[in-house]
C-alpha cells in the first residue's frame, strides 16, 4: 500500500491532481471513504436535490446554532462520494472574479494573481460556448450552457438590462458584471463531475489506485508526512508515500484532519490529548461561506416547472433521461444569471443571481402550491468569519461547526440591498406577464427591521465554505499553507481543495477548487 503520492479525498480538486500525477507518470493512492457515484440520481442534473440530502452521499454535517440567524442549525453538505462535492451539487459553473485572484496574491499568496490562475482555468476545460482567448477548448471538464427554452429564463435577463446592468455573453470571460446565460458542468446531459472529467480517465493508465477507508491521521517520521493511516473496515492501515501527502478532504474535513494530526492551535489540540507537531493557530479559521435567500413571485401563466413537478411528471422526466439522456432531467434548471454591484462604491459585482423557474427550496422539500418562480441572491464577499473545532480526538466524531454568519454590521446592509435590488429588477416589463403576487419575502415586508427578521429566519447556506486552511506568506503566523500549497511547520505535506482560498471567491466554488488541484499538481511537479 504505497504510491508516490497519497491524496485524501477523491473531491473536485483530489480528481483533479491525481490525473495530473499520473499523467506525468507516478503512481498516486487516493482515500475515499464514500462509495461509488454510478446511479440516476448523481448522474441525472434535474435530481440535484437528492444526493446532498442522502447520507450514502453527503457527510451530514450542521452548524452549531447560529447566532446571527436567530440561533438556527443550517445544514452544512460535503460529498462522502467518488467525485466529492461535485458529484452531489448544483453543477453551476462560475471561475470567480479576476479581482478575487489578485486580492489573494496581494495578501500573501504570492503566484495566485488572475494572470497566474487562468492558464489552469483554461487547461481543465473543454468549453461549449464559443470561441474565447480566455476559455479552454482540450480540458478534461466540459461546460456548456442549458437551452434557455422556457421563457422566464430570458425575461430574467431582459430584465436585468431593462433594470440597468448590461449584458454579458460570457461571466466566466472578459466581464462578469451583468446578466446573462448560465454555465455548467453538464455534458450530453449527464452531470459531468471531477469523478467523469478526471478520476475515471486516470484509473485507465493503471498508476492510480482508490482505497476505501476512514482518514484517521497524517502520519510522521520526524517533521515529515510519510503516510496516512486509515480504518478500513475496522482494520487499521497505513498508507504510506514515496514522496508526499496532499489533503484533499474539503474545506471541513481538511482542518479536521490536520487537527487530528496534531497540526493546529496548540491549545485546541492539547485539549483534545493530542501531541502537537506543528502550533499553527490558522487551522480551521477564516471559515467563510455566501448566504442566499429566495425571493419568489408567483407566476400569471402556468409556464413554470410546476407542472412537472408531481409524482407523474417527474416519472416521465425521469424515464425520458433514463431512456435519451435527454429533456428536462439533462438541465439543473440554472440556465440564467446575474453578477451585480449592491452600490456604485464597490469596486466589483458582490451580489449573485441564479434564477429558477420554480418556487421551491434548494433542497426540493418545501414548494410553492401553484405555479411561480424565484431567483437565488445573496452577497458574495462577506466579512464574516467562523470556524472548524474539533469535538473529539475521536476521527469519527463531526466536527464543530460555527461559520458566524451575519456576524459583522456590514452583511446585513448588503443582505438588504439584494431583496431591494432583486424587486427592481422584477418590476420591469419583461416580468409584466409572468409576475404575480411576491411570495417571500412577501409585499409587506419592507422597512429594515422587516427585511432583517426575514434574512434572520430563511436565509440559507449556499454550500460553499472555505478558508480553514488559509494560503499565505510562510511568516504569515495565521496562513496554514505557503503559496506552493506546503503546509508551513512540517514536511511532505500539503493541501490542494477550497481550504486554501484566502478570501471566498465571487460564486460558485467547485470550478475554483478544480482549478486548485490543476494548480498544485504543477507546484508538485516542479513545473512552477
Not at 482567448?133 to 421563457?151: A, E, Q, S, Y
Request: hydrophobic share 40%; aromatic share 10%.
Amino acid at each position: 500500500m504505497t504510491a508516490d503520492y497519497v491524496i485524501v479525498g477523491a473531491g473536485s480538486a483530489g480528481c483533479a491532481l491525481a490525473y495530473r500525477l499520473v499523467q506525468a507518470g507516478h503512481s498516486v493512492r487516493l482515500i475515499e471513504y464514500g462509495g461509488s457515484d454510478v446511479g440516476p440520481l448523481i448522474q441525472m442534473p434535474a435530481a440535484l436535490s437528492y444526493p446532498m440530502n442522502m447520507a450514502r452521499y453527503d457527510w451530514g454535517f450542521q452548524t452549531q446554532p447560529e447566532p446571527g440567524l436567530g440561533g438556527r442549525v443550517l445544514a452544512t453538505p460535503r460529498g462522502k462520494v467518488l467525485g466529492g462535492s461535485s458529484s452531489i451539487n448544483g453543477m453551476v459553473f462560475v471561475r470567480g472574479n479576476p479581482a478575487d485572484y489578485d486580492h489573494w496574491a496581494d495578501t500573501g499568496a504570492t503566484g495566485w494573481g488572475w494572470d497566474d490562475v487562468l492558464p489552469y482555468f483554461r487547461r481543465m476545460e473543454t468549453w461549449h460556448g464559443g470561441s474565447s482567448d480566455l476559455r479552454g477548448t482540450d480540458g478534461p471538464l466540459h461546460v456548456t450552457r442549458g437551452p434557455r427554452r422556457n421563457p422566464l429564463f430570458n425575461a430574467f435577463i431582459e430584465a436585468g438590462q431593462q433594470a440597468g446592468w448590461p449584458y454579458t455573453d460570457d461571466y466566466n470571460g472578459h466581464q462578469q458584471e451583468g446578466f446573462g446565460p448560465m454555465e455548467a458542468t453538464i455534458w450530453r446531459g449527464r452531470r459531468w463531475s471531477a469523478a467523469n472529467a478526471y478520476l475515471r480517465p486516470a484509473l485507465k493508465t493503471g498508476r492510480l489506485s482508490i482505497t476505501r477507508g476512514l482518514a484517521l491521521r497524517v502520519m510522521f517520521d520526524a517533521d515529515r508526512a510519510i503516510g496516512v493511516e486509515i480504518d478500513r473496515n475496522g482494520r487499521l492501515m497505513t498508507i504510506r508515500a514515496r514522496h508526499e501527502v496532499i489533503l484533499s478532504a474539503s474545506s471541513i474535513n481538511t482542518p479536521k484532519l490536520l487537527m487530528l494530526s496534531g497540526i493546529g492551535p496548540a491549545d485546541h489540540l492539547r485539549d483534545h490529548g493530542i501531541h502537537v507537531m506543528a502550533d499553527r493557530p490558522g487551522v480551521g479559521g477564516n471559515l467563510q461561506d455566501h448566504l442566499e435567500i429566495y425571493m419568489q413571485f408567483k407566476s400569471l401563466q402556468p409556464v413554470t416547472l410546476y407542472s412537472h413537478y408531481n409524482l407523474w411528471g417527474k416519472a416521465t422526466v425521469g424515464l425520458q433521461w433514463l431512456l435519451r439522456g435527454t429533456g428536462l432531467g439533462a438541465s439543473n434548471q440554472f440556465e440564467s444569471c446575474g453578477f451585480i454591484r449592491s452600490s456604485d462604491t464597490v469596486d466589483y459585482p458582490d451580489i449573485q443571481y441564479h434564477f429558477l423557474p420554480l418556487a421551491v427550496r434548494y433542497d426540493g422539500k418545501a414548494a410553492a402550491q401553484g405555479h411561480g418562480f424565484q431567483a437565488h441572491v445573496g452577497p458574495m464577499r462577506s466579512k464574516s468569519r467562523g470556524a472548524v473545532r474539533l469535538t473529539s480526538a475521536d476521527p469519527a466524531a463531526a466536527p464543530d461547526i460555527r461559520f458566524n454568519y451575519m456576524s459583522h454590521p456590514d452583511d446585513w446592509a448588503e443582505f438588504r440591498a439584494c431583496v431591494r435590488l432583486t424587486r427592481r429588477i422584477f418590476d420591469q416589463p419583461a416580468f409584466a406577464s409572468y409576475r404575480g403576487d411576491e411570495i417571500q419575502p412577501g409585499a409587506a415586508v419592507q422597512s429594515d427591521a422587516e427585511i432583517d427578521a426575514f434574512i434572520r429566519d430563511h436565509a440559507e447556506s449556499a454550500y460553499h465554505p472555505c478558508g480553514t486552511a488559509r494560503m499565505g506568506a510562510a511568516d504569515d503566523p495565521l496562513a496554514v499553507v505557503d503559496p506552493a500549497l506546503r503546509v508551513i511547520g512540517v514536511q511532505g505535506l500539503r493541501v490542494a481543495d477550497s481550504s486554501i482560498f484566502p478570501r471566498i471567491t465571487n460564486g460558485n466554488l467547485n470550478a475554483p477548487s478544480i482549478m486548485s488541484g490543476e494548480k498544485a499538481a504543477d507546484h508538485i511537479l516542479g513545473l512552477i
